[in-house]
């Protein structure tokens, strides 16, 4: 039982390029999360999936994209990545939304130069 | 606007002795409050929670409290051991709501 993994753990981009950072559980979750953590700004919500074949737009969604693959499965793609998107990506899953805890991922360094 | 917000970026607290990390909330809709744990290169993981129909959970040696009237939640350590030296963050969320909604966290350090 692995919970919460995402791939990579690191990735350096060039500003323009482009990536798909990876997520997946394994707990039978209805609702993903993707977060990014800055310093002193804690876990901002960029996008979520409250079920299998809906995504909704966080508190920070400009510049990302998201795709709810399958139930396990939840994308987070920079089209056009940013300096002002070097951040720390966590991805999150809760057996449904809402007053539920989250189990998070080990996190995705990203550094966009 | 910050609607969870955690004012004390950090704090230092000796082996032994009570922490006290405090949070504060503007948003009355909210129902349901979480702590997390982060520890570095990690994850956060959950601590404790609590509904808004209480004004205090424990669990081992963590206590929340809430005082809905002051829009206020502290988590209490104690005794505090050296592995509790982490990152803390504050977090709350409405029964209807499909997200939680963080703090900015405090650095919690435990020193000998």
């Known amino acids: 039982n692995a919970g919460v993994t995402q791939t990579p753990k690191f990735q350096v981009l060039k500003t323009g390029q482009s990536m798909t950072l990876q997520c997946a559980q394994d707990?039978?979750?209805?609702?993903m999360y993707w977060y990014r953590q800055d310093p002193g700004m804690g876990l901002r919500l960029i996008y979520y999936?409250?079920?299998?074949?809906?995504?909704d737009k966080g508190e920070v969604p400009n510049g990302y994209n998201v795709s709810r693959l399958n139930k396990r499965e939840f994308s987070l793609r920079l089209e056009s990545a940013a300096p002002s998107q070097t951040s720390v990506y966590f991805c999150?899953?809760?057996?449904?939304?809402?007053?539920?805890?989250?189990?998070f991922g080990p996190g995705t360094r990203l550094t966009v130069t | 606007d910050q609607q969870v917000k955690q004012n004390s970026p950090s704090l230092s607290v000796q082996e032994g002795r009570i922490s006290i990390l405090n949070c504060d909330y503007t948003n009355s809709m909210f129902d349901y409050f979480l702590w997390y744990k982060k520890y570095p290169a990690e994850g956060p993981t959950f601590l404790i929670s609590i509904s808004s129909i209480k004004d205090k959970n424990e669990d081992g040696r963590f206590t929340v409290f809430l005082n809905k009237s002051a829009k206020h939640l502290s988590l209490h350590i104690v005794p505090s051991q050296p592995g509790d030296s982490a990152v803390y963050f504050c977090?709350?969320?409405?029964?209807?709501?499909?997200?939680?909604?963080f703090g900015s966290g405090t650095r919690l350090s435990i020193r000998p």
């Open positions: 999150a899953s809760s057996a449904d939304r809402g007053m539920y805890e989250q189990y």
């Open positions: 977090a709350a969320s409405t029964r209807s709501a499909s997200k939680i909604i």
């Open positions: 999936s409250a079920s299998e074949g809906t995504t």
């Open positions: 707990m039978n979750h209805n609702s």
